[in-house]
């Protein structure tokens, strides 16, 4: 009690002797802070590696146990077989009694040529194959009881590992006592030694089928060729898991050989193509040869020291716009409702905005993007065409999400999605002017699908019959006309209309010239079957004479020899837009009156 006293009176002295100059650190800060901060980055360190311990006490227990169920099951087996196979090393008792018997038959058979002698057995023969047998088979089972050993001592060092910092009660302790350990972990090459007892078991494991083809061998060569041929089979199907991942780093399953096998494989392709950078001066090579070889040799050598996971890392990153295309695919088609397919057309803009991803644009424009872009159009048309489930302000909502999903990703129309709109069952959509609004304002960075949208566009504005200020922006922003112009053809009859098949004539000439498509490349031709539908009565004089120059420049088009690219295509709009013309020519219908 004195002893305790003395030491309370000590620090309580040492409390009162501090000044207001010695509380302050030399940058101004007092010590309570400077612990403070000191306690809350510890905390955090703490905080992040009990959950790593956790999950890595984790594994090596459950590694652990599976293997020593596995090695227990299969010692009792190679036991088992021990016990039959050991007899063939040493005569048994049998043998003797049956040794002495068979020379008493021979005496009492034959007494008068009885030997005087004691017959004495000779040497036990011991035969090769049984030698052979039993020494792998002793080798398999110490080579499995030594796992089994490994795996209980694996045990007991993740419960010491996990357990050795825990008994402190200060912070401070804990954490330098916890980073003391690891590193003593990491320097001893703990995990690299867990990940070793699969690999000694697999020894264990083939040492035991090549003593059980000997020991069969003497048997029977039938029984042989059975159990070998199914054993073959497996060893093929364990040869395939093991090297599989290496040439399609996509595989997370492999066999605990593989890193084994990884590591002979990069380690000799990195030193044969160190030697090769060596060889390759500039003398002999040119200065790219050398540093290609130098980029495969730092990526080998790379892939060898940090093992097959990262190479996987690797592949996936130089592949990530096909991966995430494919994961987004899959998302999309797990999401049953609209509103579910809402918020993921939602987040596209997001995504293509990501600094972390390298392309993420390029997500779309691949299968999978096609696939999204499918989808989005199927979900504008049980927006726009729906029975008024919605209401106005979510349909203007969903127009504007999917108007900024399409402009974000830039994505595709294929010519899946312009026929069913042009033929099947979206042609709904060509009556609702939001979905030529949406088509306009995209900027599709696409040939193909930039000509798909005008297609669909100009089918639109020839299919809506109420010209209200949202057509006329629809109209202005395909045909190029202001809206006085527009207007103005509007009160002429169907003039707007002849208007529009002009410009999507010309667009189609164009398009087909600069791209040098073929005509069965796509369908968007057929929307001129749409566009050319309308009445050609009350037409504007200058229009009429603009559809007679495209007719006449379609015409010299079917005899330029020096295009046979556009000849198709000129023969194809002009019978398309045959009516117009017979309709324009016909001296039976009604004249325009001026106004």
Do not use: M
């Given at each position: 009690m004195f002893l305790i006293a003395r030491r309370r009176a000590r620090q309580e002295s040492a409390m009162t002797e501090f000044s207001p100059d010695q509380d302050q650190s030399p940058d101004g800060e007092s010590p309570s802070d400077a612990v403070g901060r000191s306690v809350s980055l510890l905390r955090m360190y703490m905080g992040m590696v009990s959950e790593e311990d956790k999950v890595l006490a984790k594994r090596w227990a459950d590694d652990a146990s599976e293997i020593l169920l596995f090695t227990g099951l299969f010692s009792a087996v190679v036991a088992a077989l021990l016990v039959e196979s050991m007899k063939q090393l040493k005569q048994q008792s049998t043998d003797v009694s049956a040794f002495y018997l068979q020379n008493i038959y021979g005496v009492l058979a034959n007494q008068s040529n009885a030997p005087t002698g004691v017959p004495v057995i000779a040497d036990f023969p011991q035969p090769s194959f049984a030698v052979w047998v039993n020494a792998l088979w002793f080798l398999s089972l110490a080579n499995s009881l030594s796992c089994a050993l490994l795996a209980t001592i694996v045990q007991l060092w993740a419960r010491q590992y996990t357990e050795a910092a825990r008994s402190k009660v200060d912070l401070h302790d804990r954490a330098l006592l916890h980073a003391f350990f690891a590193q003593g972990a990491e320097q001893s090459r703990l995990p690299l030694l867990v990940d070793f007892i699969p690999f000694l078991l697999h020894v264990s494991f083939f040492t035991f089928f090549a003593g059980l083809f000997l020991f069969l061998l003497d048997l029977h060569p039938t029984i042989?060729?059975?159990?070998?041929?199914?054993?073959?089979?497996?060893?093929?199907?364990?040869?395939?898991?093991?090297?599989?991942?290496?040439?399609?780093?996509?595989?997370?399953?492999?066999?605990?050989?593989?890193?084994?096998?990884?590591?002979?494989?990069?380690?000799?392709?990195?030193?044969?193509?160190?030697?090769?950078?060596?060889?390759?001066?500039?003398?002999?090579?040119?200065?790219?040869?050398?540093?290609?070889?130098?980029?495969?040799?730092?990526?080998?050598?790379?892939?060898?020291?940090?093992?097959?996971?990262?190479?996987?890392?690797?592949?996936?990153?130089?592949?990530?716009?096909?991966?995430?295309?494919?994961?987004?695919?899959?998302?999309?088609?797990?999401?049953?409702?609209?509103?579910?397919?809402?918020?993921?057309?939602?987040?596209?803009?997001?995504?293509?905005?990501?600094?972390?991803?390298?392309?993420?644009k390029g997500a779309f424009k691949t299968p999978h993007g096609k696939e999204i872009s499918k989808t989005l159009v199927g979900f504008l048309h049980r927006t726009l065409v729906s029975d008024g489930s919605l209401t106005f302000k979510d349909k203007e909502l969903r127009i504007e999400i999917c108007t900024q999903a399409m402009d974000a990703a830039s994505l595709p129309i294929t010519r899946p999605i312009l026929e069913r709109v042009l033929y099947h069952d979206w042609k709904e959509l060509l009556k609702t002017v939001e979905f030529g609004l949406i088509l306009s304002r995209v900027n599709h960075n696409h040939a193909k699908t930039d000509y798909r949208s005008k297609c669909m566009v100009a089918a639109t504005i020839a299919t809506v019959r109420e010209r209200d200020n949202r057509w006329f922006e629809l109209a202005t922003s395909q045909l190029g006309h202001s809206r006085p112009i527009l207007e103005y053809y509007s009160e002429h009859g169907d003039s707007v209309l002849l208007a529009n098949c002009i410009h999507i004539c010309w667009y189609m000439i164009k398009a087909y010239s600069e791209n040098h498509w073929n005509i069965g490349a796509d369908r968007g031709l057929g929307c001129l079957d749409i566009v050319s539908s309308f009445d050609c009565g009350d037409i504007l004089p200058e229009l009429q004479r603009e559809f007679c120059q495209l007719w006449n420049a379609l015409g010299v088009m079917t005899k330029d020899s020096t295009a046979p690219r556009i000849r198709p295509v000129a023969m194809r709009i002009l019978k398309c837009i045959r009516k117009v013309y017979d309709k324009l020519h016909d001296t039976s219908r009604p004249k325009r009156r001026d106004a």
């Open positions: 042989v060729r059975a159990v070998y041929s199914l054993v073959g089979f497996y060893i093929i199907l364990y040869l395939y898991a093991t090297l599989h991942p290496i040439f399609r780093r996509n595989n997370p399953l492999h066999s605990p050989l593989s890193p084994l096998v990884w590591s002979l494989y990069t380690g000799i392709l990195s030193v044969v193509l160190k030697i090769l950078k060596h060889l390759t001066t500039r003398r002999y090579f040119s200065i790219t040869s050398w540093k290609r070889l130098h980029r495969w040799e730092e990526g080998y050598r790379r892939w060898f020291q940090d093992g097959i996971g990262k190479a996987g890392e690797d592949s996936a990153r130089t592949l990530s716009s096909d991966i995430f295309g494919l994961a987004l695919t899959r998302t999309l088609k797990s999401l049953g409702e609209d509103s579910g397919r809402e918020k993921f057309f939602k987040g596209i803009p997001e995504f293509c905005n990501s600094a972390y991803l390298t392309n993420p």
